[in-house]
């Protein structure tokens, strides 16, 4: 394929697929040699998938800590910021590209940044892209358990229409492993159910919480709503 070609396609991907990026809060441009030195450090999806699927593996994926925090920010902090300009476009023309993408917009931040409105700044373009490579049929081209990474950005969205789609793609289309993560997504649903946001994450969004929300959040939050689920 000549690279015109190539071009058009990527440009014509993004544009049905990626609608919301255009909403995201980008960081300022890079300049000077802390730009050189962020331009430099492209890097290609098998980096991604390599460190997450192999490296730290299921058994780490959702265990957090200091450690395994500082060490994304360290190898992907300049590839997310990168990602958020375009640089990493051809990923997601197919799917082990779409998968790095999702797993460096929807699952590093959470890593690099917690109790950070930067955090949940890549959501729009990470729900965007599982979106429309899930209505390919992407996401069934990758096998258990890192299929569900295309399922967590509607787990993540603030939208009670994903939220119902992640619990139905949980139960039709992760059959060997979905039972972890069907728990939390039942639980999410019923926090968007009942406040239409999630309430734990007002502070780092600088949101006003409601006195119904803040009863929520001192009477256990989301660790009392997966409770009940379990019962």
């Not at 920010?73 to 082990?96: C, D, H, I, K, V």
Request: glycine share 8%; aromatic share 10%; with cysteine.
């Amino acid at each position: 394929m000549e690279l015109q070609q190539t071009v058009d396609m990527v440009r014509n991907f993004n544009k049905y697929c990626c609608q919301n990026m255009k909403h995201l809060q980008r960081s300022e441009s890079p300049s000077g040699e802390q730009g050189e030195a962020r331009g430099r450090q492209m890097i290609k999806p098998e980096e991604v998938l390599d460190f997450w699927l192999d490296e730290v593996g299921p058994e780490g994926w959702y265990g957090g800590g200091e450690a395994l925090d500082d060490q994304i920010r360290t190898r992907f902090g300049a590839a997310w910021e990168n990602a958020q300009e375009g640089s990493y476009s051809l990923w997601l023309t197919y799917p082990t590209g779409v998968l790095a993408y999702l797993i460096l917009m929807d699952q590093f931040p959470r890593n690099m940044f917690r109790d950070d409105k930067r955090a949940f700044s890549t959501d729009p373009a990470a729900l965007a892209a599982a979106k429309c490579a899930i209505d390919k049929g992407w996401d069934l081209r990758i096998d258990e358990p890192a299929r569900q990474f295309f399922y967590l950005p509607l787990m993540h969205s603030e939208s009670q229409t994903d939220q119902d789609r992640c619990v139905r793609l949980l139960l039709t289309r992760m059959p060997k492993s979905a039972e972890g993560n069907l728990l939390h997504a039942r639980a999410h649903r019923e926090v968007i159910r009942r406040f239409g946001r999630f309430p734990y994450r007002n502070a780092a969004l600088d949101r006003v919480s409601t006195a119904h929300e803040t009863e929520f959040d001192e009477t256990g939050g989301y660790g009392a709503v997966l409770r009940e689920m379990r019962a």
